[in-house]
C-alpha cells in the first residue's frame, strides 16, 4: 500500500492501521468505547467502514494508537523491490488525526 491509500482513507487505510497498530486499537476501543474490536470487525453485526473510520479518528491525544504512532515516527521500513513503500507513520496520522477537530 501507498501513502496515498492511506491518505485517500477508507477501506485500504483503515486496513493498514488495524493491520499494524491492532494491539493498540483493541485496547483502545475497550477503554474508550467499551467495545470488542474483533467482534466489530469480523463478528455476525461486524460494523462498517465509515463507522469505524470515525471511531479510530476520535480518539483522544493519550490513547494507546496515538502512543504507538508516535513510537513508530522515528523508524522508516525498508520495503522490498518489488513493492511499493508501506505507508509511514505520519500519513497514518494524518489519515487518523488524534484528537477534538481543530
Same mark, same amino acid.
Given at each position: 500500500?501507498?501513502?496515498? *491509500? $492511506?491518505?485517500?482513507?477508507? %477501506?485500504?487505510? !483503515?486496513?493498514?492501521?488495524?493491520?499494524?497498530?491492532?494491539?493498540? #486499537?483493541?485496547?483502545?476501543?475497550?477503554?474508550?468505547?467499551? $467495545?470488542? #474490536?474483533?467482534?466489530?470487525?469480523?463478528?455476525?453485526?461486524?460494523?462498517?467502514?465509515?463507522? !469505524?473510520?470515525?471511531?479510530?479518528?476520535? !480518539? /483522544?491525544?493519550?490513547?494507546?494508537?496515538?502512543?504507538? %504512532?508516535?513510537?513508530?515516527?522515528?523508524?522508516? =521500513?525498508? /520495503?522490498? =523491490?518489488?513493492?511499493? *513503500?508501506?505507508?509511514?507513520? *505520519?500519513? %497514518?496520522?494524518?489519515?487518523? =488525526? %488524534?484528537?477534538?477537530?481543530?
Amino acid at each position: 500500500m501507498d501513502g496515498r *491509500a $492511506v491518505e485517500d482513507g477508507g %477501506i485500504a487505510g !483503515l486496513r493498514y492501521a488495524v493491520d499494524t497498530f491492532y494491539g493498540a #486499537l483493541e485496547a483502545d476501543f475497550l477503554r474508550f468505547y467499551a $467495545v470488542d #474490536l474483533r467482534a466489530v470487525l469480523w463478528g455476525e453485526h461486524a460494523w462498517g467502514v465509515r463507522r !469505524l473510520v470515525a471511531l479510530v479518528r476520535g !480518539l /483522544p491525544a493519550d490513547s494507546a494508537f496515538a502512543s504507538a %504512532i508516535s513510537a513508530e515516527e522515528s523508524s522508516t =521500513p525498508t /520495503p522490498a =523491490p518489488d513493492r511499493p *513503500a508501506p505507508a509511514t507513520p *505520519a500519513e %497514518i496520522a494524518a489519515f487518523f =488525526p %488524534i484528537g477534538p477537530p481543530g
